[in-house]
């Protein structure tokens, strides 16, 4: 190899290792300044506005924090704020009207005069309270084929007496189950005949001034099941006509009234 050839590579690989360097330094040039405006915008940053991370584990929302800063107006208008949101925490979900929706098969404690038609029985979300008077009626707005009703009754004063009356819109077959005075009792009318009962049976409710007992009803399209305090009182056959129709519920009340404290509706 001649001396001229030498001296080349030789210049040619001096050359590569600058250019290498040179590389490294201008990237390392270039890194550093990208990490300081990070560091001036945060510190440039409103102090409303910065955040602080609850976890990078637990989540990825950030909180914002209190500052220094905050005004006495916001800081009143915070306390305002958390003062009602205390207080509405106390407030019964019950207590308002309750969406009527037909697809919803079952219902625990539907206290709302929404989906009830009546005019003599009042809901104050807690339960459903009948005038005195006889025939006084509340339906309510969905029908079932099949049926489980558990009602917790509480009679208002001596003598009252509860129906549950199951009615087929379309033939108006009716058969009602009726519990007080002594007797629990299963009758039937149609179109086609006068009211019949079915069967009865003596039943002493037992029921202190003040306390409620608890009346079971299922209904399977052929049988009636009744029970009372969960002790089965009474089967009985349902009319022929019921099965398979839809069936509309309505509590009706006579005597003194009745409260009803806790009402289980479910069924298809």
């Not at 905050?70 to 205390?86: D, P, R, V, W």
């Amino acid at each position: 190899m001649s001396r001229a050839e030498s001296l080349l590579n030789v210049l040619v690989r001096t050359v590569t290792l600058l250019l290498l360097a040179a590389c490294v330094a201008l990237w390392w040039l270039a890194d550093q300044p990208s990490e300081r405006p990070q560091q001036q915008s945060s510190a440039a940053m409103p102090a409303e506005n910065r955040t602080i991370p609850i976890s990078a584990a637990a989540s990825a929302v950030e909180v914002p924090f209190a500052t220094d800063s905050e005004s006495e107006a916001e800081k009143a208008t915070g306390s305002q704020f958390a003062l009602a949101a205390s207080e509405s925490t106390e407030f019964d979900e019950r207590d308002e009207p309750i969406k009527a929706d037909p697809l919803q098969t079952s219902w625990q404690n539907p206290f709302s005069r929404t989906l009830w038609t009546t005019h003599n029985w009042t809901f104050d979300g807690q339960a459903m309270t009948s005038a005195p008077g006889n025939n006084v009626k509340a339906k309510f707005f969905r029908t079932y084929q099949k049926l489980m009703l558990g009602i917790e009754l509480e009679p208002v004063g001596d003598g009252s007496m509860l129906h549950v009356q199951l009615t087929a819109p379309e033939s108006r077959s009716t058969a009602v189950v009726s519990v007080g005075r002594g007797v629990v009792r299963v009758s039937a009318e149609s179109p086609k005949r006068t009211s019949i009962v079915l069967k009865q049976k003596r039943l002493d409710l037992n029921i202190a001034p003040g306390q409620s007992g608890r009346l079971r009803l299922g209904a399977t399209g052929n049988r009636l099941q009744i029970a009372w305090n969960g002790r089965r009182v009474l089967i009985c056959d349902q009319p022929g006509e019921q099965s398979g129709h839809d069936l509309e519920i309505t509590l009706i009340s006579d005597g003194p009234g009745v409260r009803v404290t806790d009402l289980r509706i479910e069924g298809e």
